[in-house]
């Protein structure tokens, strides 16, 4: 039996982001459901996605649709978990450079972080297949269980 995974971005989730290239390709547009819109990043790598929760978090899985051409092909995902104030590596994501829905399941390798108690996680775009840097999402999700 499959462990049970609930939405963990909602409306009292902050999300900041690193950069945007203007109004319309904003941060709001990464989770209003619509595959009309997006975020688009100015150029430059790094970018990067930040999630912070309003109770803390046990992420397990991270869904992402990209355009082609303005992908995060090496993603590193970091963590801030018990209201400690160092960000630790959870794991790393290697998107293809397609315009679908890519999912990715979020297990570490380090000791005492699989259910850890997480108060933020940031995508870190290290790469981007597009030559300026620039990194457009049309979707994220992200799934696991919040923790009482």
């Given at each position: 039996?499959?462990?049970?995974?609930?939405?963990?971005?909602?409306?009292?989730?902050?999300?900041?982001?690193?950069?945007?290239?203007?109004?319309?390709?904003?941060?709001?547009?990464?989770?209003?459901?619509?595959?009309?819109?997006?975020?688009?990043?100015?150029?430059?790598?790094?970018?990067?996605?930040?999630?912070?929760?309003?109770?803390?978090?046990?992420?397990?899985?991270?869904?992402?649709t990209?355009?082609?051409?303005?992908?995060?092909?090496?993603?590193?995902?970091?963590?801030?978990?018990?209201?400690?104030?160092?960000?630790?590596?959870?794991?790393h994501?290697?998107?293809?450079?397609?315009?679908?829905?890519?999912?990715?399941?979020?297990?570490?390798?380090?000791?005492?972080?699989?259910d850890?108690?997480?108060?933020?996680?940031?995508?870190?775009?290290?790469?981007?297949?597009?030559?300026?840097?620039?990194?457009?999402?049309?979707?994220?999700?992200?799934?696991?269980?919040?923790?009482?």
């Amino acid at each position: 039996m499959s462990e049970r995974m609930d939405p963990l971005i909602d409306a009292s989730t902050k999300i900041k982001v690193s950069s945007t290239l203007d109004k319309s390709v904003g941060k709001k547009f990464l989770t209003d459901g619509s595959p009309e819109t997006c975020w688009t990043s100015q150029q430059g790598t790094p970018q990067y996605i930040q999630l912070t929760f309003p109770k803390p978090v046990s992420p397990k899985r991270v869904e992402i649709t990209f355009q082609g051409g303005f992908v995060g092909t090496r993603t590193l995902i970091e963590i801030l978990e018990n209201g400690e104030q160092k960000w630790r590596t959870l794991t790393h994501i290697y998107p293809e450079d397609v315009n679908r829905k890519q999912a990715f399941d979020l297990t570490s390798t380090e000791a005492g972080i699989a259910d850890a108690n997480v108060d933020s996680l940031k995508l870190v775009f290290e790469e981007s297949s597009d030559f300026f840097g620039r990194i457009t999402v049309y979707d994220l999700q992200l799934l696991g269980s919040v923790l009482v």
